[in-house]
């Protein structure tokens, strides 16, 4: 099994502030793809980062992948209430431990 | 909808009976996941199938639990016996057979309850 670790595990942020959350491994993985879920539903892809080094934005979301690929970052500029949910990061079938993630308005 | 569609989106069974939970996978997907989610927990891997094959079931308990897709109609996870540890939300996801199979589209999911 291929653990990946997110941190941190809760985060509650006020409207307007940046944020980062974390994904590390002790394994290189070929990609890895970040998720967001809501409450009573399937998580919902939102990136897919290849190569080490790669940088990918996403409107106001910044996604790197670690030059090692083992470790992957994702970075919220200007929260909206909007963002709130829970943000996973995976690797082929293993999933994160997930960062859940409340933007208060 | 093209999206993946699952179902029942709710199941409750009694303890012993069995539960099939169905999955259908985006249009042109020919992989298909299955995994399990329990509160306050990640997505925890079961099994990995293309049309008529098992290619990884290493997240598959050993027993009572089973996974097909036929080549026709959609994705059958089966649960035998079912008992309370058993209530969690079932996740089925596809994927592309060329590109990045890692890439997975989710469906709403299967909360199973056993009473």
């Keep these: ?105 | 909808n093209a999206g993946v569609m699952q179902n029942p989106r709710h199941l409750v069974r009694r303890r012993g009976q069995e539960a099939r939970l169905r999955c259908s996978p985006m249009k042109g997907h020919s992989h298909v996941y299955w995994y399990r989610q329990l509160p306050e927990e990640g997505l925890k891997f079961m099994v990995y199938l293309q049309k008529e094959n098992i290619i990884d079931e290493s997240g598959m308990p050993k027993e009572r639990f089973s996974a097909e897709f036929p080549k026709e109609g959609p994705s059958i996870l089966r649960i035998q016996q079912v008992v309370r540890g058993d209530s969690a939300a079932y996740f089925c996801a596809s994927s592309q057979l060329a590109g990045r199979p890692y890439e997975q589209y989710f469906g709403p999911g299967t909360r199973l309850t056993v009473t």
Aim: aromatic share 10%; net charge negative.
């Design chain 1, 1 to 105: 099994t291929q653990l990946l670790e997110q941190s941190p595990q809760f985060l509650s942020i006020q409207e307007g502030e940046n944020l980062t959350v974390y994904c590390n491994s002790s394994s290189v993985f070929s990609s890895l793809q970040w998720y967001r879920q809501e409450p009573g539903e399937g998580p919902v892809l939102l990136v897919t980062v290849v190569t080490g080094g790669e940088v990918k934005k996403l409107k106001r979301l910044t996604f790197q992948f670690g030059d090692a690929r083992k470790d992957s970052s994702l970075h919220i500029t200007a929260a909206q209430p909007g963002d709130t949910g829970l943000y996973l990061c995976a690797g082929q079938f293993y999933f994160g431990t997930g960062t859940s993630l409340t933007v208060i308005p």
